[in-house]
């Protein structure tokens, strides 16, 4: 049964960061790209991050620079680490992932940036 459980989400001011964490199991790790998403009420949910087997990274034009995707194989677990977060990046965040042609998703985490 694969499984992906984020953590790490709350209410942040403008200018601060968090960390979110995603725990992974069910499937082979080391052997499968990792993405996070996001969506706003009443948007698409849209990619913020990937990151490939071996560790080639790629962000969405509004997080790039701030946000830091990581993982750590030994752990089963992929990190979004958000600096100088700012009110639109309230959302849920989502972690992804897909065997084969199967998306596995997790619950979400909260974000909300506001003062």
């Known amino acids: 049964q694969v499984q992906l459980v984020e953590s790490g989400g709350g209410l942040v001011q403008p200018g601060g960061s968090l960390r979110l964490s995603c725990a992974v199991s069910?499937?082979?790790?080391?052997?499968?790209?990792m993405n996070w998403y996001r969506q706003a009420p009443g948007t698409r949910r849209e990619l913020v991050a990937r990151?490939?087997?071996?560790?080639?990274?790629n962000y969405a034009d509004s997080v790039n620079g701030r946000f830091t995707i990581s993982r750590d194989n030994a752990k089963n677990t992929v990190y979004l680490q958000m600096n100088n977060l700012k009110p639109e990046d309230t959302a849920v965040y989502y972690c992804?992932?897909?065997?084969?042609?199967?998306?596995?998703w997790g619950q979400g985490t909260q974000v909300t940036v506001s003062s």
């Open positions: 992804n992932t897909g065997v084969g042609t199967l998306p596995y």
């Open positions: 069910g499937i082979i790790f080391s052997g499968s790209a």
């Open positions: 990151i490939t087997t071996g560790g080639t990274t």
